[in-house]
């Protein structure tokens, strides 16, 4: 009886020593368990690219699992809500992060990149390289990285051209931005600096599908990127800009991308009026199938190399 309980001691020890190096991040490990939810069956399936559009209030968040299982983080909310969003639609045990993308400077977007660089060991970085001046918030955000750096072994990219990236069949094409931003934040041809057309703009490409992820963009860089890219922006799902706001999704820009799938993260009751009815009128008029955040919780979807298929209503 003593040896079994001195067992059960050490066992414990043992358990417990592990958990505290990776929370320290010094060693990262997961367990494989059955799961319920939705989002986590087929975990070993690697013919399939994941998304969850994160209910997390007013702001925005999407994981992506690639069909390798390597996870991507565009965007990360405010602030700490983000880390329940991630806790419905990752294994409790799995602590890495492998991209997370920052599309820009604007609180509800990188206000939690924070926190999930606290919890989460994270791979590679991308940002915008725009700087607010006076930004309590986003010095602690560069501090957090570069923390990350140097302790955990991360690399930083600064987005300031127009490149590909491959991940386990699927491609990730950055459209914006194509110059160093931090020289000069201002769409080409457009005189006003704003801080939403900084964003960084991903079409995500996997079999016959494509994803438009676009941050905040406003008009300006739409019609911008409609001059640059023209037909070739269409995409069966659209990440609608600025959480279909007025000042985004122009006429011009839904008709060519012509999505299937109109995905708009919004929060509930918000003060900004968010999404706008002539925004999704344009929507409307297209055809595309709007699904939003604020009235259906996470938006979950897994995308074949020929086929779409959506759930939602995942919120607590």
């Given amino acids: 009886m003593k040896k079994i309980i001195l067992i059960v001691l050490l066992l414990l020890s043992a358990s417990g020593f592990f958990f505290y190096l990776e929370k320290k991040k010094v060693i990262t490990w997961r367990f494989t368990i059955p799961f319920d939810s939705w989002f986590l069956t087929k975990i070993k399936n690697t013919t399939e690219l994941r998304l969850a559009f994160l209910d997390i209030g007013q702001g925005d968040a ?72 006076g930004s309590a918030l986003l010095k602690e955000f560069h501090r957090t990285v570069q923390q990350e750096i140097t302790d955990g072994g991360a690399d930083l990219t600064i987005v300031t051209t127009t490149h590909y990236l491959e991940i386990a069949s699927t491609t990730l094409h950055f459209l914006y931005p194509d110059h160093a931003i931090m020289l000069d934040p201002r769409v080409p041809g457009v005189k006003e600096i704003e801080s939403n057309n900084t964003s960084i703009v991903t079409r995500i490409s996997y079999g016959n599908h494509d994803i438009l992820m676009t941050g905040d963009m406003e008009q300006p860089l739409e019609q911008y990127l409609l001059r640059s890219f023209g037909t070739t922006l269409q995409s069966e799902v659209l990440k609608v800009g600025h959480h279909g706001s007025i000042s985004s999704s122009g006429e011009d820009f839904v008709k060519i991308v012509s999505p299937q799938y109109a995905i708009i993260s919004v929060g509930k009751n918000n003060s900004y009026g968010h999404p706008a009815n002539r925004v999704l009128a344009r929507l409307e008029r297209i055809k595309a199938r709007v699904l939003r955040t604020d009235l259906l919780g996470d938006i979950l979807m897994t995308i074949s190399t020929s086929s779409i298929y959506i759930n939602h209503g995942t919120t607590q």
């Fill in 62 to 133: 999407t994981l992506i699992t690639f069909p390798n299982q390597e996870k991507m983080l565009i965007d990360c909310a405010r602030d700490r809500t983000v880390l329940s969003a991630l806790g419905r639609n990752m294994h409790s045990y799995d602590r890495t992060i492998d991209y997370l993308v920052a599309t820009h400077p604007d609180a509800d977007h990188y206000g939690g990149c924070i926190d999930v660089l606290k919890r989460y060991r994270v791979r590679h970085i991308y940002f915008n390289g725009f700087d607010k001046e």
